[in-house]
């Protein structure tokens, strides 16, 4: 049986695109190009999340005779990701702009079900836009990581580079700006729920 990396990535696949296989790097591309997309595009918006994909594919390619741990390529290329997305908003020396796509599994996880109530999820998305719009890149990284995605705190952690007080740290600020951004303190972002 073969070898797998922690998150399902065959460590011998790594391994040959270690050793500059182009082959075995288009097939982890492949494996991990729609979760990486996602993850742009939760940072920086659908419009410049393909760029941003491709700039961390890049980059993974040219560092990855550096990767010491074959079986840390999912968290890897996570963080170049993220990395990459930041970069990106510096450079372009704006805010994030925010597109939901009521088809996207990631908006799925934040807005309710549009087939049980359209009119709902539309209202949803017209406040959360803008809420997400005014959130730093870290903090949308981290509410994207550990909600959009399912990721724990400390995989989230991981995958940004940073320890796992920081982590949260980071997802409680971003909670309360999206919080403030709604204009709703009591609002519990998790369950739309008004807390006492």
């Known amino acids: 049986m073969r070898a797998q990396a922690k998150e399902g990535a065959p460590l011998d696949l790594v391994d040959r695109a270690r050793a500059r296989d182009r082959e075995a790097f288009e097939m982890l591309v492949e494996q991990h190009a729609t979760q990486t997309y996602r993850l742009a595009a939760a940072i920086v918006g659908a419009a410049d999340a393909a760029d941003v994909t491709q700039e961390a594919f890049v980059a993974a390619w040219q560092q990855l005779p550096k990767l010491r741990d074959g079986g840390a390529f ?83 952690a991981d995958a940004l580079g940073v320890r796992v007080g920081t982590a949260k740290s980071r997802l409680s600020a971003g909670l309360a700006a999206l919080r403030r951004e709604l204009d709703d303190p009591l609002l519990d972002v998790e369950t739309n729920e008004v807390v006492s």
């Not at 990701?81 to 908006?107: I, K, M, Y």
């Not at 309710?112 to 997400?132: I, Y």
């Open 74 to 156: 999912p968290a890897w290329l996570r963080r170049i990701c993220v990395n990459r997305s930041r970069n990106w908003l510096r450079a372009r020396g704006r805010r994030p702009q925010a597109v939901l796509d009521l088809a996207d599994e990631a908006t799925a996880a934040v807005l309710p079900d549009a087939r049980a109530d359209f009119r709902g999820a539309a209202e949803a998305r017209a406040v959360l836009e803008p809420a997400f719009e005014a959130l730093s890149p870290d903090q949308r990284a981290i509410l994207a990581l550990h909600y959009s995605m399912g990721f724990s705190i400390a995989e989230a």
